[in-house]
């Protein structure tokens, strides 16, 4: 963390013919810094606890920017400097060296140097209060061509300097920092600065503010994102339609996939489609027994299953499967085409966990009690089954300690049932230092229409659905079942948080310190971050949300502090870092979809501790290099949006709209991503007041412009022309008389008298009148609710 020089000073030098010139730059105002951002270092990350206490600067010895190295460089500095000094000058003036080097350290020195952004010069020297810089000037002012000499030529800086050491205020406007809060020293006793420093900070209503990486862009509905514990850093991202993509630690991604199963996988474009590929897993001892488990959506005959299949690694690729080699684990009929569950997990005892859903529709309705609480059917459950040594016999065997194995009438793969629809589970890789929490098993169950859940799995537990959703009764004849005995949640949430939980991992790394033990998950529906934190004294679960840091605080180079709502799972690479994978359209097609890394802008490890030096991988093919998309804002979510209000706003992976018939929603908000694709005619888009983009307001592009449509024709056949166009599946509903808004005066009606038969790719197609010819007017203009 060596002092950068500023760029401005050594071609100044060059011209000291022209000193008003220089002085004048050498007074450039500093920008002031307002607001409480977290600290950083020039190195541009965040401090950290030196590994060793520091000798000189030890007031930096237990937090700041400094380790023992850095440390040792600024005091030869110090020393350097004061060759210059008798022992009278060197009691004098040693205080102000000292402190003023030091400042190198301290966990502001982003802010004292003005170096908040890397694109921009720092100053040269550390921001000084006034008052201070005014007893320094007064007491050692010829001190200051000794602390920039080592820019350029002494002598000549000498000359340039002896202006400034003449005059307090233009001595003062060189060294002084304006912003009264970061200025040596107040910065030190600053309580806001200095309170909790290090530590995540929270906002006024105790969000915890972190930061994001992206990583990856450009995907399908990414689903899961795994790495092979090979020590190669590698990750291994599915998408929905099939796919699963090999990226390397550095970013990059491999041309060809490491499986591509397109063509066997059941789904479809329409977004709010559940089916899919929607998991894979690698054996626990991927380098030896190199196999590789999916769990994927199919059509049989006509009916829909699960399929839990075995793949082969390719012995002429270490990056690719062999297609080939697939063999079927396990295959489960669906009743319906959600609830389909989707998560494989090996577990820290080497059983394959499978967590399937209860079979779809509302309520559970199958049987007497449902399917959960049914264990006759493997709907419902989470499976261990023991995978290895079977190239020879059955696809798997039974663990015999599996809890229901000598049950009669139980399936004996099930180690947990009355699960609803878990979607994402994780393990706990356990506290680095001391193991605890170790091979616990956690997993979000998405709810019916009231709570969200988060369980920590258990062999043999019951988790009540459809008895119980979250804490409270669902079915209340079941609830009262005295011979229920379920295991509670450790944590749940209303609607008004979020409609969906996408479970996810306790942070186990090693970058960010003040993460061990968090467990960080989201919310598909409202794009919500949050976090538990286990009280190991009660055993208790502590709730606290996870919203975005300032522009300030995530003022780092590469880190955003935005992202697409739409959180579709978690991951952890090999490190134990954690990601999260969203999309900005929840359609298997789209490629809206991102990996973000979850970073502590507020302290990390100490430099060198977590170094990690990547295992060679062959390649062949291509790489496909990253480009982040920082730059771009994407359809980004506030944790402070307003959540939607009506019912049918429910969507993939987690809807709730609970009537005979279950519907999937979405809202299609895709802008503002890179190039704008040229808008064709007939294309069309709903505008609403609100900003919902499943309803509103029918506008149809029509000769490079936008113009509404009248109502007194429209009928749910062109409302269903309309909402496949933007991706969902049919219209809900068709508003006339302008109830979903009336467009301004200035819009003009482009379509009139519109029939259609309900298949047609576009309204143009329809039966309509010419383009521009109507006998209405605004107060007419339809609108749809599409679903």
């Known amino acids: 963390m060596t002092q950068r020089r500023n760029p401005i000073f050594p071609s100044i030098l060059q011209h000291t013919f022209y000193p008003h010139f ?26 950290f606890e030196p590994r060793q206490p520091l000798v000189f600067c030890k007031e930096y010895s237990k937090f700041g920017c400094c380790d023992v190295e850095k440390d040792e460089e600024v005091s030869l500095r110090f020393y350097k400097i004061m060759e210059n000094f008798d022992h009278t000058g060197y009691m004098t003036c040693g205080k102000y060296i000292r402190n003023i080097l030091c400042q190198v350290c301290s966990p502001y020195a982003a802010h004292l140097y003005d170096a908040e952004d890397a694109n921009t010069p720092m100053r040269i020297l550390p921001g000084l209060c006034g008052e201070y810089c005014s007893d320094y000037w007064q007491h050692c002012r010829y001190t200051l061509s000794l602390l920039v000499e080592d820019l350029g030529s002494p002598l000549q800086f000498a000359n340039l300097t002896a202006k400034l050491e003449e005059d307090l205020r233009e001595f003062c406007n060189f060294l002084e920092l304006k912003d009264k809060q970061y200025c040596y020293p107040n910065v ?107 769990y994927y959506s199919v059509s049989v005959k ?158 043999g537990g019951n988790y009540g659905w459809r008895a119980k959703e979250g804490f409270s009764c669902y079915d209340r004849k079941l609830c009262k079942n005295s011979s229920l005995d379920d295991i509670l949640p450790i944590f749940a949430y209303p609607h008004k948080l979020g409609k969906s939980v996408t479970g996810g991992y306790i942070y186990r790394g090693c970058q960010m310190p003040n993460l061990n033990g968090l467990y960080i998950f989201g919310d598909f529906m ?138 999937n929603q979405v809202h299609k908000r895709l802008r503002g991503r890179g190039r704008r694709r040229k808008l064709r005619t007939g294309s069309v888009r709903l505008v609403s007041a609100n900003g919902l983009t499943d309803r509103g307001r029918v506008e149809i592009y029509i000769q490079n412009e936008w113009g509404t449509v009248c109502d007194d024709l429209f009928s749910r056949r062109a409302g269903d022309v309309v909402c496949r166009q933007l991706g969902f599946t049919t219209a809900l509903a068709v508003m006339k008389r302008a109830v979903l808004g009336e467009a301004k005066t200035s819009v003009r009606i482009l379509l009139d008298d519109v029939e259609c038969e309900g298949e047609e790719r576009n309204l143009l197609e329809c039966k309509r009148s010419r383009v521009g010819r109507h006998n209405c007017s605004h107060e007419e203009d339809v609108g749809v609710i599409c679903g």
């Open 22 to 47: 220089v002085l004048h730059l050498l007074l450039l105002s500093l920008q002031a810094w307002w607001g409480c951002c977290h600290p950083q270092c020039l190195d541009y990350k965040p401090p």
């Open 526 to 663: 409202s794009g919500r971050l949050m976090s538990l934190k286990e009280n190991v004294t009660t055993g208790e679960w502590q709730y606290n949300e996870i919203c975005m840091g300032s522009d300030q605080t995530c003022r780092f180079p590469k880190l955003i502090n935005t992202y697409y709502k739409y959180i579709i799972s978690f991951a952890e690479d090999e490190a134990g870092e954690l990601y999260f994978l969203t999309t900005g359209v929840p359609s298997a097609t789209a490629k809206a979809g991102v990996v973000y890394k979850i970073v502590d802008p507020s302290r990390r490890a100490t430099p060198g501790k977590c170094s990690i030096k990547p295992s060679p991988v062959k390649i062949k093919g291509k790489l496909i290099h990253f480009h982040p998309k920082e730059g771009k804002k994407p359809n980004t979510h506030s944790i402070n949006a307003t959540l939607l209000t009506f019912q049918e706003d429910k969507v993939w992976l987690g809807e709730k709209l609970e009537t005979n018939r279950e519907i």
């Open 188 to 294: 030190l006793t600053n309580a806001e600065l200095n309170a909790n420093l290090g530590l995540v900070r929270e906002d006024p209503k105790g969000c915890l503010e972190l930061c994001l990486q992206e990583v990856v862009n450009g995907l399908r509905n990414p689903v899961a994102m795994i790495h092979a514990d090979d020590g190669t850093q590698r990750f291994f991202i599915a998408e929905q339609l099939g796919y699963v993509w090999v990226y390397l630690a550095n970013g990059s991604r491999i041309d060809r996939p490491f499986l591509n199963l397109t063509e066997a996988v059941l789904t479809s474009p329409w977004a709010g489609d559940e089916r899919g590929f929607l998991c894979i897993a690698l054996h626990p001892r991927f380098g030896a027994v190199k196999k590789a488990y999916v």
């Open 302 to 459: 006509k009916e829909e299953r699960i399929r839990i299949s075995e793949f082969m690694l390719s012995p002429h690729d270490e990056n690719q499967l062999d297609h080939s080699s697939e063999r079927t684990i396990l295959e489960v009929v669906e009743p319906a085409s959600n609830h389909n569950g989707g998560q494989l997990l090996f577990g820290h005892d080497g059983y394959l966990y499978i967590f399937i859903g209860d079979g779809g529709r509302a309520g559970d309705p199958f049987g007497k009690f449902g399917n959960s609480q049914n264990k006759s059917t493997l709907l419902g459950k989470v499976l261990r089954i023991d995978v290895d040594d079977n190239d020879d016999g059955a696809p798997y065997n039974i663990p015999s300690d599996n809890p229901f194995i000598r049950e009669k009438g139980s399936k004996p793969e099930i180690y947990a049932y009355g699960v609803r629809n878990m979607w994402r589970c994780s393990i706990d890789r356990g506290d680095p230092a001391s193991g605890a929490g170790r091979g616990r098993m956690l997993c979000g169950d998405v709810g019916q229409n009231k709570f969200e859940e988060i369980d920590l799995i258990v062999k």
